[in-house]
């Protein structure tokens, strides 16, 4: 079977969009370069790409890791629970880390 990479592509930048995230954010979360990131979404002379960078990209775009390999295989994965489960996760810990830094600037603003 072929591979759709315009398929990933499709999905890399409608999901951007979504989070409103940008592409150096992706690449910071992701740890995948920024040309890499700029190939995948324009398509750009598509290669045979490691399966950890497309597991790196799905879960910075906050998709569980096997995301984007089943985009690509053609079996474009819909809203399931362990998404869910999984973006609700990352909301936990975002909030978290949120409240940490409101604590240490009541800290710093108390002295």
Same mark, same amino acid.
Do not use: C
């Given at each position: 079977?072929?591979?759709?990479?315009?398929?990933? &592509?499709? &999905?890399?930048?409608?999901? =951007?969009? !979504? =989070? !409103?995230?940008?592409?150096?954010?992706?690449?910071?979360?992701?740890?995948?370069?920024?040309?890499? =990131?700029?190939?995948?979404?324009?398509?750009?002379?598509?290669?045979?790409?490691?399966?950890?960078?497309?597991?790196?990209?799905?879960?910075? *775009?906050?998709?569980?890791?096997?995301?984007?390999?089943?985009?690509?295989?053609?079996?474009?994965?819909?809203?399931? =629970?362990?998404?869910?489960? &999984?973006?609700?996760?990352?909301?936990?810990?975002?909030?978290?880390?949120?409240?940490?830094?409101?604590?240490? *600037? !009541?800290?710093?603003?108390?002295?």
């Amino acid at each position: 079977m072929s591979k759709d990479w315009q398929a990933v &592509a499709d &999905a890399i930048n409608a999901r =951007l969009d !979504e =989070l !409103e995230m940008t592409q150096k954010e992706l690449a910071d979360r992701s740890g995948v370069s920024v040309a890499t =990131l700029r190939q995948l979404q324009k398509n750009d002379a598509p290669r045979k790409r490691s399966p950890r960078t497309l597991a790196a990209v799905s879960e910075g *775009l906050r998709w569980p890791p096997d995301h984007l390999g089943k985009v690509l295989d053609g079996d474009a994965p819909g809203d399931s =629970l362990p998404h869910i489960a &999984a973006e609700l996760s990352q909301l936990r810990a975002d909030i978290k880390d949120l409240q940490a830094r409101v604590s240490e *600037l !009541e800290t710093d603003r108390s002295r």
